[in-house]
């Protein structure tokens, strides 16, 4: 039996509610990433323990989705949609464009001094702001929307946000023009 | 023991009475639109400014919430129902116009005359009904969006007073057997609305004949096709819908527990369902004693975490197993393994939305609309380069021609260019089309094109059609599971192909391998593979033109790298050194008044053109006589 730590007995009171072959996987994963930010590879053995599964196997599923990260997200997170409606509005100079103002070359990614992230969206069907992108705040679960946007719009928010600006002045960058 | 009909009576009297004082209140009342689409509008700030000043005047109006009505392109919405039962839509509203609402709300009419968009029931002098409005010329009459604007989607009174789960009772009250509720719904012609289209009845027949007495029932609500909503607007629309059509799925499969696996991308969808289920084991239409007859139905939400392949249902029922969500091949059929190895049976959110319509109102009446081939309404969501985007719910058989006109037409004055149906592993279906097509499956046949979910996407000639093949060749790769090689790789090889035509480095033998990764990838287990070509397959079918004009590097619409080019065309515009500002990868060289852009720098995001319109341009690329390698 590992050491019980602080930190493994608070994602146990994370998945204690959760039982093995009853569909709880995904449930155990969610509830870890939602409050510590990210799985670790302790969360995933406690998971494994409670579920009575191999941590590899918690592994194998967790890796298999886009959702899940193994590393502390990013202080903000700008969620580029990859939807049709948003590529017909240059969507895709736009994905360009933030990811060489934050000096990455892929989705996902983080910015050295992890002020912020690149991750991949879906659209969810409010094609009339696009292009659009989601901003997101891992640590207080805040989300924003931001539409109608356009490569120099997006250059300016992706600015802000590498510059250390909140999310509401990053937002207000993509008003001007 | 008091029979299920009378259970539900009783729950009716509270139903009715709080449905009535909501229909026609003491005092009028606001109701903001809340659904996914309104929020990522600014509905909550919406809201927010609509009580704050309504707080400071002290005004006699209350608060409550709706769903949109499906014209989201005036979005935030709002609606006024007045003591009289009358409610008016407006939109868009934003918090500058909050005062405006208030007033025109407590009795100041005409405040907000401008903001209104029609009535939803009742009269006004001078509105006239949403009915009306073009958007929804071609809803004769809304059947799986009958409670939109008419109720809170998160009471389930209000569905219960609108006569909701009243067929459920009956059936549960065993006034109906399993084989003559599944009976009807093949009578009704009700097929699979996720993609395959298999008659929804007959499928419950496999489980309902599976040994054992755990079955599951399972909802695919992955929606995972971008540019397809039509499952997001029944959950969070009318979350009790979907319910009560599991309920009569778990009677007519004998299931006594089921799933909900819904996609992590609509947070709403999932807290409308979870509350709805609460809501409903609280009244007893869920949980151990379904309307006091001892019959158990237990259903729970799994939420997904962004896996397209998830929404095959094999890989569902992997996903919901605690395992990675990997499709595999069948048989054996769900009916024989399915949710943690139990026989189980799959159908989507608009499948089952359709069932307590069929058992309320009977077979006859559901195929009174839509085509003989295909009978009932079907909800689309319509975006791209159109002026209106939402939803509607249409027959099957609607003339594509007419929606387009429906959606006011594309924007820009531009000229139509393709029709993209069916998500990522849908088609892309030329303009030419258009006069022909109808909003059915075997109208799509003949240009080797599905239907498919739901969504439908119009593309402007603003873009190369290469642009959608590109982004969903890359889709299909990254979200291909990995199991089969051809699959895997052969996704990976024809987006390469793709992105080097676009980039003007197409080869004379990227045809032939296109044709021929194609043909490969049939041998995959999955319709994930075995669909994955089709876009592609259909812009060598479809816009065959214009491929070869890429390999050229020519490209009418500018839209391609390989044929275009970004250029100081004014250098001694001010707003120059605004593009040069910009530029994320510093392209621009020289000084102000002569300045130019480096192509090899030029990542063409269009940050320049869009600060610096006619001064900074994107042109083609001057002819160069180019050296084509053979091989
Ligand atoms: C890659 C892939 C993705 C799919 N995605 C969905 C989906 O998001 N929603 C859905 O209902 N069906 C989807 N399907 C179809 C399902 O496998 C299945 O046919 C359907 O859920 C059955 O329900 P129905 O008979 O009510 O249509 C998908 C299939 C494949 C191959
Ligand atoms: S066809 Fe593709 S998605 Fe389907 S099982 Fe094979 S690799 Fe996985
Ligand atoms: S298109 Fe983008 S990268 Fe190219 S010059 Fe303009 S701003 Fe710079
Ligand atoms: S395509 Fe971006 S929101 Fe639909």
Redesign the interface.
Known sequence: MPLETEARAQIRALVAEFRPEHGDLLAAMHSVQHHLGYLSSEAMEVIAEQLGLFPAEVYGAASFYEEFRFTPPAQTNIRWCSGPACRLKNGGGIRDAILATLGLHDIPGDTEDGRAGVILGQCNGACELAPMVWLEQPSTHRIEFVGNLNAARAVRMARALRDGATIEASIEETKRA | MPDAIERYEALRTTADAEYAAWRNPLRPRIDVAID??S????ALKTRAALERVAAERNAAVDFGRVHGYGM??V?PSVQVTFPDGATVLYGPVREADAAAIVDEATGRWGAAATLRLGTITGKREGVPSIRQHPFFALEPERRLLRNLGLTDPESLNHYLARDGYRASARIFGRHVSEEVVRNTLNDAGLTGRGGANFPAGTKWGFLFGAPGEEHYLVCNADE?D????VN??VMEGDPHLLLEGMLIGAYGTKSKAG?IYLR???PLAIARMEAAIRDAEAAGILGDDIFGTGMPFHL?V??????YVCGDETGLLA????????PRVKPPFPAARG??NKPSNVNNVETFANVPLIAAHGSEWYREMGTKAQSGTKIF?F???IVR??FMEVPFGASLAKILEACGGIEGGRALHAI?PGGPLGSLVPASALPKLTLEPASFTPYDAMLGGGGI?F??D??SVL??AE?FAQ?VEEES?GRCTTCHGGNQRKTEIIRRVMDGNGRRDDEPNLMMIDRTIQFSNCAHGQLSPKSMRNVLQHFHAEYEAAMRGEDATLSLKGATRFRVAQPRDARVEEAVA?C??GAFHGSPGARSIDEAEC??????T??APGAVVREAKPAAPRMVPIG
């Open positions: 996914q689409s929020i990522s509008n600014g989201q392109w979005h995972g971008p540019g397809a909503w997001r607007v799933f992590d991308e609509y729970r799994i939420r997904g975490a962004g896996a996903s919901i197993s605690d395992e990675r969500g990997m949710a943690l969501s975006s791209g380069d985007t939402g993209q996407v593309a402007s603003r873009n642009v959608l982004m889709f599971c910009i994320p990868v990542i063409h995001c269009q940050a320049c869009d600060v």
